[in-house]
């Protein structure tokens, strides 16, 4: 079965600094891998998507994944945050079964932005 | 991209009632809705799987005759907790995606519904 592992549960940022959150997946074939993200009671936003291809993948609102199979790994990066990207982040895992896609979510990273 | 629209955002009940949830997708054709629920500060589980015109899928641990899912249309999905008590009080997120060609995997996620059992 596939999981995935979001280590950090919260991390801590400075307004224009780097970020990079990051995601490792268990799967036994090459994964269809997602960030989404999530604001204060609301639902959730896809950032980007990684199925095949280039393994850096570009999003919305600045942000990048890489994908990196030999570290079973799928790290967020956005150059230079934003007070705006305060929110709780969501690295998921869905492989294709049988016509139905089971994705499967990691724990979520809160972010935090501080002036 | 599409648009998943979920109601109630919020519902407060008291213990014993049944109570629904809406989940509708605006401009395309639903074929597959997921329904999730999140407790505080965790991440979603998925509760079941439903696809238009069948039975949905349950996800083990999940009672399928307290979550009550139906799937009539392509557009419509609906949830519904049945005699509710205040361990069911939770934020529920349906998502959903379009099948057929060009399915990309990715799911479009309502609103989010947060039921309160009093």
């Known amino acids: 079965a596939q999981s995935v592992t979001q280590p950090d549960i919260h991390i801590t940022v400075s307004e224009g600094a780097s970020l990079e959150l990051r995601c490792n997946y268990s799967?036994?074939?090459?994964?269809?891998l997602f960030w989404y993200v999530q604001s204060p009671g609301q639902g959730l936003q896809l950032l980007l998507k990684?199925?095949?291809?280039?393994?850096l993948v570009q999003g919305i609102k600045g942000f990048e994944a890489e994908f990196k199979r030999s570290q079973s790994s799928f790290n967020l990066r956005k150059p230079s945050v934003h007070w705006s990207d305060a929110a709780e982040y969501f690295c998921?895992?869905?492989?294709?079964?049988?016509?139905?896609?089971?994705?499967?979510f990691g724990t979520g990273t809160k972010l935090q932005v501080i002036p | 991209g599409a648009v998943v629209s979920q109601h109630p955002s919020r519902v407060i009940c008291k213990s014993g009632t049944s109570v629904k949830i809406e989940c509708r997708s605006l401009?395309?054709?639903?074929?597959?809705m997921f329904w999730y629920r999140q407790f505080p500060k965790q991440s979603l589980m998925l509760m079941a799987t439903?696809?238009?015109?069948?039975?949905?899928?349950?996800e083990q641990g999940v009672e399928k005759d307290k979550f009550l899912i139906n799937h009539a249309s392509l557009t419509l999905s609906t949830l519904t907790v049945t005699s509710a008590h205040p361990e069911d009080s939770s934020f529920y997120i349906c998502?959903?995606?379009?099948?057929?060609?060009?399915?990309?995997?990715?799911?479009?996620f309502g609103e989010g519904s947060r039921l309160t059992v009093l």
């Open positions: 998502s959903a995606r379009g099948g057929l060609a060009g399915y990309t995997g990715e799911l479009f």
């Open positions: 990684y199925f095949s291809g280039d393994t």
């Open positions: 998921a895992v869905g492989p294709f079964e049988g016509g139905y896609q089971k994705v499967t």
């Open positions: 401009d395309f054709q639903a074929t597959t």
């Open positions: 439903s696809n238009e015109g069948s039975k949905a899928t349950y």
């Open positions: 799967y036994g074939a090459t994964p269809y």
